[in-house]
């Protein structure tokens, strides 16, 4: 069975609601509408979101980022009724970024995950291993780790409304890709240990995205691969017409 493919832009620190709208008058000039067998959805910065709420009907969006209380001292944290209200249905959780500069663990993208399904929105979990990491230790049973403790307690009818997200850490925004076989080998490996933990059914209904530096040029190799069924893509979203290429490249596939 073929997942529906996923293709998400996360924008990161980029674009305020000006430039938003530029970007997103600009997506509709590449590409009218989006296919329906590729679901398609963009995370700006929290400041954004009303801007891209009013491209709902043309793509879905999302925060980059939440916090797992309901509200209360939290200097500069936002919760997911903030996100509720603007009607944002998906966001980012345990992106390296924030991994590395922001403090994020396994323990808080778990609670997260868990917040962010319990407000009916779907969380998209980051892992990813970094070059040393690659090259040094078992990459893939710390990837898989990451995505383990990140469904830890979350019940197979919640698990197949999450979205993974591997992204070699090495690969992002360097432009260095993994090659086609290095994401397939990686994305097997995670399908495993869901299989491990869920059952084949369930598992075979999990999105796995891939990102770091995909681009129209490689959209199409990667996305191939049999559980490659999307991507989080930074660059390349922020670029009308390279993401309606990586768009078009998935809709070809379907
Ligand atoms: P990139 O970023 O496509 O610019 O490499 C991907 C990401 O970090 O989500």
């Not at 249905?89 to 962010?116: L, Q």
């Not at 869920?198 to 209904?205: K, P, R, S």
Request: proline share 4%; with cysteine.
């Amino acid at each position: 069975m073929k997942r529906r493919y996923f293709i998400a832009g996360n924008w990161k620190m980029n674009a305020g609601p000006a430039e938003t709208k530029k970007i997103m008058d600009g997506m509709k000039a590449e590409l009218a509408s989006i296919p329906a067998s590729v679901e398609v959805v963009f995370c700006p910065p929290f400041v954004s979101l009303p801007a891209m709420a009013s491209f709902v009907d043309y793509v879905g969006f999302g925060a980059q980022d939440v916090h797992f209380e309901d509200n209360g001292a939290f200097t500069g944290a936002i919760s997911t009724s903030m996100l509720n209200e603007l009607n944002a249905a998906y966001c980012i959780i345990g992106h390296s970024e924030r991994r590395e500069y922001f403090g994020e663990t396994d323990s808080t993208v778990n609670k997260k995950a868990k917040k962010i399904l319990a407000a009916s929105m779907v969380p998209i979990i980051c892992c990813g291993e970094t070059l040393d990491q690659r090259k040094n230790s078992d990459f893939e049973a710390f990837v898989g780790g990451q995505v383990k403790a990140a469904f830890e307690g979350i019940s197979p009818d919640d698990a197949i409304k999450c979205v993974v997200a591997y992204e070699p850490i090495w690969a992002i925004g360097t432009g260095e890709t993994a090659t086609p076989e290095q994401a397939q080998s990686m994305h097997k490996s995670l399908r495993n240990m869901l299989v491990s933990v869920y059952g084949v059914d369930i598992a075979a209904q999990i999105r796995i995205l891939y990102g770091g530096s995909m681009k129209a040029e490689n959209a199409a190799e990667l996305l191939s691969q049999e559980d490659v069924d999307g991507g989080l893509v930074g660059g390349a979203s922020l670029k009308p017409k390279d993401f309606a290429a990586i768009i078009c490249a998935a809709q070809e596939l379907s």
